[in-house]
Antibody
Framework: QVQLQESGPGLVKPSETLSLTCSVS????????WSWIRQSPGKGLEWIGY???????KYNPSLKSRVTMSVDTSKNRISLKLTSVTSADTAVYYC????????????WGQGTLVTVSS | QSVLTQPPSASGTPGQRVTISCSGS????????VYWYQQLPGTAPKLLIY???QRPSGVPDRFSGSKSGTSASLAISGLRSEDEADYYC????????????FGGGTKLTVL
């Protein structure tokens, strides 16, 4: 069974870049779509975007100007970068595996909390 | 961007059947599949229903999903105390360049 593990700094300063990695184990990163989703403390869920193992991406229009996703098939992992962060970007960030393109995520990692604060 | 509309709360007693609604529009629920998730406190969301009414392996058949027009529902029968959680619906939205839209979530309390 595929397992997902997010990792990265738990604290990021305002205006800096948030960088997270999602390591995939128990299966290949190839032939699947992979999403990032976030959840602000006590709030609902927000889809950030997805990436295919070929590098094809689709981002949430509201975040598109600040988001970059990438894939490293040799290391079986995907990455997320979010630039110019503010306190509004404080959230638990999840990576997930999708059944296909253009659909909600299926299987989620445990998530990692990122706090934006000076 | 708007969200799918869910009631903020729902409740039921053990053994009861409860339903949670999710309302959208033609660009999301009206033209795409609906997914449902269960989120227990302090944990990641877990997929309960995909493609409107399909259950992943391991999800009890007490959970069922349906869709009609621009609305969808999640039904939980034989309610148990361990079902107390937040429930979210989601769908692809075809507007703008396309994105996933989530409901605001429903807190289910088992009385």
């Amino acid at each position: 069974q595929v397992q997902l593990q997010e990792s990265g700094p738990g604290l990021v300063k305002p205006s800096e870049t948030l960088s997270l990695t999602c390591s995939v184990s128990g299966g290949s990163i190839s032939s699947s779509y992979w999403s990032w989703i976030r959840q602000s403390p006590g709030k609902g869920l927000e889809w950030i975007g997805y990436i295919y193992y070929t590098g094809t991406t689709k981002y949430n229009p509201s975040l598109k100007s600040r988001v970059t996703m990438s894939v490293d098939t040799s290391k079986n992992r995907i990455s997320l970068k979010l630039t110019s962060v503010t306190s509004a970007d404080t959230a638990v960030y999840y990576c997930a595996r999708d059944y296909s393109s253009n659909c909600p995520p299926a299987y989620w990692g445990q998530g990692t909390l990122v706090t934006v604060s000076s | 961007q708007s969200v799918l509309t869910q009631p903020p709360s729902a409740s039921g007693t053990p053994g009861q059947r409860v339903t949670i609604s999710c309302s959208g529009s033609n660009s999301n629920i009206g033209s795409n599949y609906v997914y449902w998730y269960q989120q227990l406190p302090g944990t990641a969301p877990k997929l309960l229903i995909y493609r409107n009414n399909q259950r992943p392996s391991g999800v009890p058949d007490r959970f069922s999903g349906s869709k009609s027009g621009t609305s969808a529902s999640l039904a939980i029968s034989g309610l148990r105390s361990e079902d107390e959680a937040d429930y979210y619906c989601a769908a692809w939205d075809d507007s703008l360049s396309g994105y996933v839209i989530f409901g605001g979530g429903t807190k289910l309390t088992v009385l």
